[in-house]
């Protein structure tokens, strides 16, 4: 979990563990490359993934999610903490040591329009991870990758087609199945279905779903959409300008959230009943910049519950019920 006091993630049961990790991008340097202002998209993250479970990372645009999700498959490098996968500390493993690791953790990116090669086939473009990790012998590729399609709710006859033929639906259904072509064991989903209509969410979440069980998959699920997030995730990670401010099983952040942010977000969720009065919480202000984030709990700028103590010391991050874990100064008294 989140800042367990020093606990040894070694040897465990998890398939993916992060200690404290931090991500920053310099902002400015001097002319010897000196960095003097930086950017801290993440800070301080940790937590805990069983095998064929999904972590759902929810929060505003601009908290550091996507960061996140990139830093854990070392498309971006760390710069600080721990990553370990599978039981192997991966965070300091260079280029050329992670590629057999690469088969094992896939992405599925946002926008399924530009993460796909125009001038590929559907066949050509499902067909390359399998040859290059040699998942499958030459000869049994295509029928690998048409078993695949169809798994992914694809006809056999896309395999000559070209991703500008597709809907938003069928390219992104594409990128899932370029993901699982390598049988990974962890699939980070940032933000999937966000660029799609309700109802082709619903019939992605559907599959991403049936997949899941099908194939023992780990999910880290990245998005901002809370009802999404409800029914896909099994834990959930409330993020707040790079730190986790809130993290437990699903059943008990839905119907105990402790951080005031968490209260916000809930808050927000549309209840399709029209005599139903909603207690809105509405946040004033702009999140602050990464850049220069504030003194203290970093949500102090905006929480309408916020006394002296927020604005100068950083609450700590503890475990408040069995499994539920927040960061905030209210939760002490």
């Not at 992914?152 to 395999?159: F, P, Q």
């Not at 009802?227 to 119907?255: C, P, Q, R, T």
């Not at 990464?290 to 309408?304: D, E, I, L």
């Not at 499994?323 to 939760?331: K, R, V």
């Amino acid at each position: 979990m989140a800042k367990e006091n020093n606990c040894s993630f070694a040897g465990s049961e998890y398939i993916l563990e992060v200690e404290h990790l931090r991500k920053c991008f310099p902002l400015k340097k001097t002319l010897t490359g000196k960095v003097t202002s930086e950017l801290v998209a993440v800070d301080d993250v940790s937590f805990r993934l069983k095998a064929g479970e999904t972590l759902g990372i929810v929060g505003e645009s601009g908290c550091g999610k996507t960061t996140l999700g990139r830093t854990i498959l070392k498309l971006h490098e760390a710069n600080g903490g721990r990553i370990i996968f599978d039981g192997r500390d991966i965070t300091s493993l260079k280029s050329s040591e992670m590629r057999e690791l690469r088969r094992q953790m896939q992405i599925i990116f946002q926008d399924p329009y530009s993460s796909l090669p125009p001038r590929s086939t559907v066949g050509g473009i499902l067909s390359e991870p399998v040859s290059v990790h040699k998942i499958v012998p030459k000869e049994q590729i295509k029928d690998y990758v048409l078993t695949l399609m169809d798994k992914c709710g694809l006809r056999d006859y896309y395999y000559e087609r070209y991703p500008h033929e597709f809907s938003g639906g069928q390219r992104q259904r594409i990128c899932i199945a370029r993901a699982l072509s390598v049988n990974p064991k962890l699939v980070v989903c940032d933000e999937p279905v966000s660029a799609l209509d309700v109802s082709i969410q619903a019939q992605i979440i559907n599959l991403l779903k049936k997949l899941q069980e099908e194939m023992n998959l780990t999910y880290l699920f990245i998005s901002h959409d809370l009802s999404v997030v409800k029914f896909i995730s099994d834990k959930i990670g409330v993020m707040y300008l790079g730190n986790i401010v809130e993290y437990g099983d699903k059943k008990d952040i839905f119907a105990r959230p402790l951080h005031p942010y968490t209260k916000a977000l809930f808050s927000a969720i549309p209840y399709p009943d029209p005599a139903v009065k909603m207690n809105r919480m509405v946040l004033k202000g702009d999140i602050p910049s990464p850049a220069n984030p504030p003194k203290g709990c970093r949500f102090h700028t905006r929480c309408p519950y916020a006394k002296p103590i927020c604005a100068e010391v950083t609450p700590e991050y503890k475990e408040h019920e069995t499994g539920h874990f927040a960061a905030c100064h209210l939760l002490e008294e």
